[in-house]
Nanobody, 124 residues
Framework: QVQLVESGGGLVQAGGSLRLSCAAS????????MGWFRQAPGREREFVAT????????YYADSVKGRFTISRDNVKNTVYLQMNSLKPEDTAVYYC?????????????????WGQGTQVTVSS
């Protein structure tokens, strides 16, 4: 049983920053790719960023490239999403997830385990 618990969401003004954390348990975290997704009201869940187990490979959605950074600490079994220069359109529930395989993916359906989500609200 894999458990993922996100934290760090909140309310921030446009241009501000937040760092999300996702603590993982129940699996060999250090060998798993991890990803962040988000879902705004009335919209489908969308890919944000993903990272390989070694941190050597990262992918980002075009909408966050240059503003968000994904990282991980395999000793703490935690993955992070540093979000800078936040915009109102970044407002969403943010989820961390891990796929069944070890390859980082941008596709929602490749991910088997999901956290409960953390709300990020960016005011204008």
């Amino acid at each position: 049983q894999v458990q993922l618990v996100e934290s760090g969401g909140g309310l921030v003004q446009a241009g501000g920053s937040l760092r999300l954390s996702c603590a993982a348990s129940g699996r060999t975290f250090s060998r798993q790719a991890m990803g962040w997704f988000r879902q705004a009201p009335g919209r489908e869940r969308e890919f944000v960023a993903t990272i390989s187990w070694s941190s050597a490979i990262t992918y980002y959605a075009d909408s966050v490239k240059g503003r968000f950074t994904i990282s991980r600490d395999n000793v703490k079994n935690t993955v992070y999403l540093q979000m800078n220069s936040l915009k109102p359109e970044d407002t969403a529930v943010y989820y961390c997830a891990t796929p069944l395989g070890v390859v980082p993916s941008t596709r929602t359906y490749d991910y088997a385990y999901w956290g409960q989500g953390t709300q990020v609200t960016v005011s204008s």
